[in-house]
């Protein structure tokens, strides 16, 4: 696949050192690489050997256009970076003397959409038509207004750029017809609206809705925050406002600037209303960071994209695709099951469930190393995109390198304490008669046993079986019903066919009959 086209192209004096065999090597990389240059006049390169102390003999200036891929800000430190990258593929001394941004944003023109005008002279009251009858020329001006508007009479182009007598004229002149005006598309012909570039208008907008979602985060994860959080985040969720609103002032969206920055509060204290509850209930500090998470990592995918097609199918779906594929190998689908019964002393069996329980308990398992995966790719395109980092950069890599160990350490520090938490938590329930905690799967419960066969004759194992009280049942496996003696703190096993199972009546703590 195919790299993105560039953003926005970086004019660069290049000085290429090592006489003509490397500069004709340096060249033939340019072509390779698609990039476009050009030899400097001799007045440009007489002051630039003056500048940096250049011999002509060993050195040569080329004005190379650079392509860059992502934001406009910091795209000449982009360029430069491409430039060592050119040293490095051609081993010639390449230096990047003078970097200056092309800029290429276009204004934004308003348009119109070209009607015919025949049925005017319909809705054209006559000089003297008597006064009874204004209310209907009024209605029918009003029908030929609103038929003009959802476009009945459209016919030839549409036409961007300021409206003028000079383009009513030249859209006649291509439909061939006198009867013929424009109606706005849009409300950037209105008088006194400012025009603006098309990446400007990205900008602005993104720097008004991310602090507008940045207030929403830090508001909410105010609600549980210590002290110091609730500074802490308040004062981030103002700064945060205070960027939006001076975006709104540079970049005014509505017809003045001070109409732009009560729009832009309005919306911040909308979004403050939303995080606190009023009205409604308000968002929890879980439903905020994932959603936070998800915008995150899609913020990221989509940035990364723009650079390279093939990244954007390996950070999005790859990670997945390996993750359910390791979940679903049987060592790691059967692994915190395993744990579990170990912690109980019961066998593989005993906590046998379903595939898909044991793939959402793998998924559990693998969870903070995916995490971490999906972290580093998002953040590797935001990064990349505002150009915060170098490609092949070795520190980035020590970092992704560093998420990664931390989260296979989480994983496995996860993977020790879940089934002994959950296991612990079971113990208690059956001391204290409350209801036993699910496990992906393994759902123990109160069950009354009442034996078949005189007592005597019972097969018990791991203690003796009280008559009349329940027991925490894992359920029957190889012929026994697996119960928990709390007594004992050990499993008891008693055969199933001497035995007769019912479930315990609600908040009972004795059986039937007992």
Known sequence: MTSASPDCIVVTLVEIQGGPAKWERVEQHFREAAWSFRTPSAKERRTARRAFESDPADSRFLWVDVPVTGSPWRAELEASWSVA???????????????????????????????ATEARSWVTMPPHAPSWSKPVWWLRRLLYNSAVRTGLFDVGPRVHGNRSAAVVDLVREMTASGDVDLRPLDGRGRPGTVQYGEDALNRALVFIMGPLFATLVF??????????????????AVLATCLAGWTAITLPLARTRLRSALTVLAMNATAVFVAVGKPGPPLTAAQTLATAGV????????????????QLLIAGVLPLIATLAVAALPLTSRFLDDLYADELSLTPAETSVSGIWRLGAAMKLLWPSLGAVLFIAAGWGIMRYFHLIRPRSITGATMATFSVVVALVLTAAAALHSPAAAADKLKQAAVRDTDPPPYFGISPEW????????????????GTLKAGEPYISFGVADGQVVLWNPATAEPLRVAA???????RPHQAHTCPGS
């Open 295 to 310: 915008v995150y990592y899609a913020v990221g995918l989509v940035l990364l994209g723009r650079r390279w097609k093939w």
């Open 497 to 503: 066919d001497q035995v007769r199972l019912t479930p």
């Open 447 to 462: 069950t009354c046993v009442t034996p078949t066969v005189p007592k005597g004759e019972l097969t018990e194992k791991g």
């Open 219 to 236: 508001v909410t994860l105010a609600h549980d925050a210590a002290p110091v959080g609730v500074a802490i985040c308040w004062s981030a």
């Open 85 to 115: 990258a050119v040293r490095r593929a051609t081993r010639v001394v390449v230096y990047d003397r003078v970097l200056r941004r092309e800029e290429s944003d276009r204004t934004i023109q308003p348009g119109w959409q070209s009607h």
